[in-house]
């Protein structure tokens, strides 16, 4: 079946620093790929997403790319701001199952 | 639209209660999912609905959990009779399939639900 596996957090950065949080994937078909954020008290909400191999899907900052070779859909941000401080989650969706990975918590310190 | 809709936002029951969450989804999206949150277990699938039917209920933990559609602007989910360990933050979210699944889905602010 279809499974996402990204890191485990937290993460702490300090402000202006490089950020990334892996992701891999499994699935049988050809998935859509997603990163959702979720700020505290609140449902998530999409960040950005690919729908097919190569694709980059950008957004406030944050980029992935989705490559099909190693399964993965890594994000990227090359300066995280205190805001970003947030709980990030990997999903994956296709024509039968929307799963998501377990989440991780990243922390921006000033 | 104003999104997805649950409520309530918050609940507190006492155990072997029966508690019941509710979503409008938003109009015209024709997927429904059931999500529970917990710091232990993550972000869990239940079920999901398209176009009202009932799909996949693999992630339902138990018979004390069920979840109906009735029509296209409204789902429940059900606990009965509830247990400490339900519970979590649930969400409901809703998506526009456009013919294949793989569609970004909006989510419910949750609704957290504790069981004393």
């Known amino acids: 079946g279809n499974s996402v596996t990204q890191m485990e957090g937290p993460v702490t950065l300090s402000e202006e620093a490089f950020l990334t949080i892996n992701c891999t994937y499994t699935?049988?078909?050809?998935?859509?790929l997603f990163w959702y954020v979720q700020y505290p008290g609140e449902g998530l909400q999409l960040l950005l997403k690919?729908?097919?191999?190569?694709d980059k899907g950008s957004n406030k900052g944050f980029e992935a790319t989705y490559r099909k070779e190693t399964t993965s859909f890594h994000l990227e941000k090359g300066s995280v701001q205190v805001s970003d401080s947030a709980v990030y989650f990997c999903a994956l969706s296709d024509l039968y199952d929307m799963r998501f990975g377990a989440g991780t918590r990243l922390t921006v310190k000033p | 639209d104003a999104g997805v809709i649950q409520s309530p936002r918050h609940e507190v029951t006492e155990m072997g209660q029966e508690v019941t969450l509710r979503c409008k989804p938003i109009s015209g999206h024709d997927y429904l999912f059931w999500y529970r949150q917990t710091m232990m277990r993550g972000l869990e699938l239940l079920i999901y609905f398209n176009n009202n039917v009932p799909i996949d209920d693999s992630g339902m933990p138990e018979d004390r959990f069920s979840a109906k559609m009735p029509n296209a602007s409204f789902s429940t989910l059900k606990i009965q009779p509830s247990e400490p360990r339900d519970s979590a933050v649930y969400f409901c979210?809703?998506?526009?399939?456009?013919?294949?699944?793989?569609?970004?889905?909006?989510f419910g602010q949750g609704t957290r639900l504790t069981v004393v």
């Open positions: 690919a729908t097919k191999a190569d």
């Open positions: 979210a809703s998506s526009l399939s456009g013919g294949q699944m793989n569609t970004e889905a909006f």
């Open positions: 699935a049988t078909g050809y998935p859509s």
